[in-house]
């Protein structure tokens, strides 16, 4: 695809008509922004295209900010991952190898976590959510590796047609650039953008721009050609099933069009609040606002009495000339003779004052689903702790909408990091994970559609991870090391699908010590294996006692060979004792607890034997 002017002009709208859209939502957040920094009190004035109203005093009145909404905000953002979510590879069968390969590719997915900061970025994008209902990723590969990126949702514009990511045909990342810095991108052509001009704009959104001159101020730094800035429009979208990718930069192409290998468009949305069909939701912060006015109000009428009632009220004719003398002796108060000064009684402060402070922390607290218990404060209406524990309870219940959609958000965005590695993964990629006693393992990954993996057939060596290029297997995020106990039950129960029959003892307090499943899964079909094969020697050393032969030795050996999976030789002499043993086993309750396949083979076996077969 040429950079031709038509693909220009179109570019050019899609931009508009999504800027064009978005107009109203950024309106909304500018309000929400200066309410989360502490300008209560602040506006913007159409007039002087400034913001105005932050002083702390109006008409000498003192204007108090109680800034809960942030601290609010923040406690939500805590809360929710206080369990510090992960990625987790659940295996989608339990062969050996989808085992090994799901607990590899888990390793993987916490190296990538960890080495890239996904916790932080988690944390950038929940705030994004909460603030503006939205918070989106960029994931991609950047020619060396999977790179994961934090998009600011006012640089981002998505297609104004589309209720959700999937259904976008395009999408658009506007952020401001230094032109000294695309000249050193390999991405963009040097020649086009020595012709492009600064426009040291400080965001594409001039409502971003607003915020970000009030809180910096006038800007002082040198717009000069060399450290100008630019807006950099990096343009996404989908013709005939194939993804593309361009950037503009004025009116120029400072990127050609190039094909993406990829099956979508690289971004991911976090949403606080689900709102049916719509790209963009409520947020945290609008139905906040009111109720911390309230307290806003109430505490500065607080103030304000203190300020007033604290140094006295009088009544003084008028000319009396009162004067203050302060000196050695104190404090001297003189007045004209033949006029009055009365000392005004000072009146209580209205109790409706502080109902007006509680009624708003109360509302604050049911809006932001964060009660005084959950922020480890003990409520006054309820101390004890099956109280604590309700209040704790339905705050979670609140916050479970978008604790399930921070999952569906880290779900998605690992599942496609996966498929990201199994088509550009075409070498070994060595990393170092550590599990969760703090040991470091050597690991190599590779991507299926490697040729590496073609010359390998069915034998993986051991210490490499095959990236599926099929979402064979599922991501799903757990509690990182699962040290909770909540945490724990939950890995408990996924296991328990697996073994409906039950799981030894030692290995469900093991449980509670591990988060990684397939681990777990795998021990377990070890203990199982052992156990079998304890059992089947202890009853081959009792039968021994009881009929001294090399009979019972010789078909439990048979027995367990069936058991690993392999086939046993007939015996040349048949001797009672031989068939004998089988029976007895095939009545035991380790012979009726064994897979029925497994239990088959055995009886086929008894029949061959007693049949003569093979001899």
Same mark, same amino acid.
Not at 585 to 593: P, R, S
């Given at each position: 695809?040429r950079?031709?002017?038509k693909?220009y002009t179109?570019?050019?709208? !899609?931009?508009s008509?999504?800027?064009g859209?978005r107009?109203?939502y950024?309106?909304? !957040? %500018?309000?929400?922004?200066?309410?989360?920094?502490?300008?209560?009190y602040?506006?913007?004035d159409?007039n002087?295209?400034?913001?105005?109203?932050?002083d702390?005093?109006i008409?000498?009145?003192?204007k $108090?900010?109680?800034n809960?909404?942030?601290?609010t905000?923040?406690?939500?953002?805590?809360y $929710?991952?206080?369990?510090?979510?992960?990625?987790?590879?659940?295996p989608e069968n339990?062969t050996?190898?989808?085992?090994?390969?799901?607990?590899n590719?888990t @390793?993987?997915?916490?190296?990538k976590?960890e080495?890239d900061?996904?916790s932080? @970025?988690?944390k950038s994008?929940?705030?994004h959510?909460?603030?503006?209902?939205?918070?989106?990723w960029?994931?991609? !590969?950047?020619g060396?590796?999977?790179e994961?990126n934090?998009?600011d949702p006012?640089?981002?514009?998505?297609?104004?047609r589309a209720?959700?990511?999937?259904e976008?045909?395009?999408a658009i990342i506007? $952020?401001r650039r230094?032109?000294?810095d695309?000249?050193?991108?390999?991405?963009y052509?040097?020649k086009?953008?020595?012709q492009v001009?600064?426009?040291?704009?400080?965001?594409?959104?001039?409502?971003?721009?607003r915020l970000?001159?009030?809180?910096?101020g006038?800007?002082?730094?040198n717009s000069?050609?060399k450290?100008?800035?630019?807006?950099?429009k990096?343009?996404w979208?989908?013709?005939?099933?194939?993804?593309?990718?361009?950037?503009l930069a004025?009116?120029?192409?400072?990127?050609?069009?190039?094909?993406?290998?990829?099956?979508?468009?690289? %971004?991911f949305?976090?949403?606080?609040?689900?709102?049916p069909l719509?790209?963009?939701?409520?947020?945290?912060?609008?139905n906040l606002?009111?109720?911390?006015?309230?307290?806003d109000?109430?505490?500065s009428?607080?103030?304000e009495?203190?300020?007033?009632?604290n140094?006295?009220?009088?009544i003084?004719?008028?000319g009396?000339?009162?004067?203050?003398v302060?000196?050695?002796?104190?404090?001297?108060i003189?007045?004209?003779?033949?006029?009055?000064?009365?000392?005004?009684?000072?009146?209580?402060?209205s109790?409706?004052?502080f109902?007006? $402070?509680?009624?708003?922390d109360? %509302?604050?607290?049911?809006?932001?689903?964060?009660?005084d218990?959950?922020s480890?404060?003990?409520?006054?209406a309820?101390?004890?702790?099956?109280?604590i524990?309700?209040?704790q309870?339905?705050d979670?219940n609140?916050?479970a909408e978008?604790?399930d959609?921070?999952?569906?958000?880290?779900?998605?965005?690992y599942e496609y990091?996966?498929w990201l590695?199994?088509?550009?993964?075409?070498?070994?990629k060595?990393?170092?994970p550590?599990?969760y006693?703090g040991e470091?393992?050597f690991?190599?990954?590779?991507?299926?559609?490697s040729?590496?993996?073609?010359?390998m057939?069915?034998?993986?060596?051991e210490?490499?991870?095959v990236?599926?290029e099929k979402?064979?297997?599922d991501?799903?995020?757990?509690s990182?090391?699962g040290?909770t106990?909540?945490?724990?039950?939950?890995?408990?129960?996924?296991?328990y699908?697996? %073994?409906?029959?039950g799981l030894?003892?030692?290995i469900?307090?093991?449980?509670?010590q591990?988060?990684?499943?397939?681990?777990?899964?795998?021990k377990?079909?070890?203990k199982?294996?052992?156990d079998?094969?304890d059992?089947?020697?202890?009853?081959?050393?009792?039968?021994?006692?009881?009929?001294?032969?090399s009979?019972?030795?010789?078909?439990?050996?048979?027995?367990r060979?069936i058991?690993?999976?392999?086939?046993?030789?007939?015996p040349?002499?048949l001797?009672?004792?031989y068939?004998?043993f089988?029976?007895?086993?095939?009545?035991?309750?380790e012979?009726q607890?064994?897979e029925?396949?497994?239990?088959q083979?055995?009886q086929n076996?008894?029949?061959?034997?007693v049949?003569?077969?093979?001899?």
């Amino acid at each position: 695809m040429r950079a031709s002017k038509k693909l220009y002009t179109k570019l050019s709208r !899609w931009y508009s008509e999504a800027e064009g859209e978005r107009k109203n939502y950024d309106w909304q !957040w %500018f309000t929400y922004d200066l309410f989360v920094n502490g300008d209560h009190y602040a506006r913007y004035d159409k007039n002087t295209k400034q913001i105005v109203g932050g002083d702390k005093t109006i008409d000498g009145r003192p204007k $108090v900010t109680i800034n809960k909404t942030y601290t609010t905000l923040r406690a939500v953002r805590n809360y $929710v991952l206080r369990n510090k979510p992960k990625p987790q590879v659940t295996p989608e069968n339990l062969t050996e190898d989808t085992l090994d390969q799901a607990t590899n590719l888990t @390793k993987w997915l916490e190296y990538k976590h960890e080495r890239d900061r996904l916790s932080m @970025k988690t944390k950038s994008s929940l705030w994004h959510a909460l603030k503006y209902s939205v918070g989106w990723w960029q994931i991609l !590969w950047n020619g060396e590796d999977i790179e994961i990126n934090v998009v600011d949702p006012y640089d981002f514009y998505p297609d104004p047609r589309a209720r959700h990511p999937e259904e976008m045909k395009y999408a658009i990342i506007a $952020v401001r650039r230094r032109i000294s810095d695309l000249m050193e991108d390999e991405k963009y052509d040097k020649k086009m953008v020595e012709q492009v001009s600064p426009d040291n704009k400080e965001a594409s959104s001039t409502v971003k721009g607003r915020l970000l001159a009030h809180e910096r101020g006038t800007s002082t730094l040198n717009s000069g050609k060399k450290d100008g800035t630019v807006i950099v429009k990096e343009c996404w979208w989908k013709e005939k099933n194939k993804v593309w990718v361009a950037s503009l930069a004025g009116d120029k192409f400072i990127r050609k069009p190039e094909e993406v290998n990829t099956r979508q468009l690289p %971004f991911f949305r976090l949403r606080s609040d689900v709102e049916p069909l719509q790209m963009y939701g409520q947020g945290w912060v609008k139905n906040l606002i009111d109720a911390n006015k309230m307290i806003d109000s109430a505490v500065s009428s607080i103030v304000e009495y203190n300020l007033i009632m604290n140094k006295g009220k009088y009544i003084a004719d008028k000319g009396a000339g009162v004067r203050i003398v302060n000196n050695q002796h104190g404090q001297i108060i003189e007045k004209k003779r033949g006029y009055n000064i009365q000392h005004q009684p000072v009146a209580p402060l209205s109790a409706a004052i502080f109902q007006q $402070v509680e009624m708003g922390d109360r %509302f604050l607290q049911d809006m932001g689903a964060m009660q005084d218990a959950t922020s480890g404060r003990i409520p006054s209406a309820g101390s004890s702790g099956r109280a604590i524990e309700a209040l704790q309870v339905g705050d979670s219940n609140n916050m479970a909408e978008l604790v399930d959609n921070l999952e569906e958000f880290l779900e998605d965005a690992y599942e496609y990091m996966l498929w990201l590695a199994s088509q550009y993964y075409q070498d070994y990629k060595n990393i170092i994970p550590i599990d969760y006693t703090g040991e470091r393992q050597f690991m190599k990954i590779i991507g299926e559609t490697s040729p590496v993996v073609d010359a390998m057939g069915d034998q993986i060596p051991e210490g490499v991870a095959v990236v599926p290029e099929k979402n064979i297997v599922d991501v799903s995020i757990t509690s990182w090391l699962g040290f909770t106990p909540e945490a724990r039950k939950e890995s408990l129960k996924e296991i328990y699908q697996f %073994f409906p029959d039950g799981l030894p003892e030692d290995i469900v307090l093991d449980i509670f010590q591990v988060s990684n499943i397939a681990d777990v899964i795998k021990k377990i079909r070890e203990k199982k294996t052992q156990d079998r094969q304890d059992q089947l020697d202890q009853q081959s050393q009792q039968m021994e006692l009881e009929q001294p032969s090399s009979d019972g030795g010789e078909a439990a050996a048979a027995i367990r060979t069936i058991i690993n999976g392999g086939m046993p030789q007939v015996p040349a002499r048949l001797s009672p004792g031989y068939a004998q043993f089988i029976d007895q086993f095939l009545q035991t309750e380790e012979a009726q607890g064994l897979e029925p396949d497994i239990l088959q083979a055995i009886q086929n076996f008894r029949d061959q034997v007693v049949q003569g077969v093979g001899r």
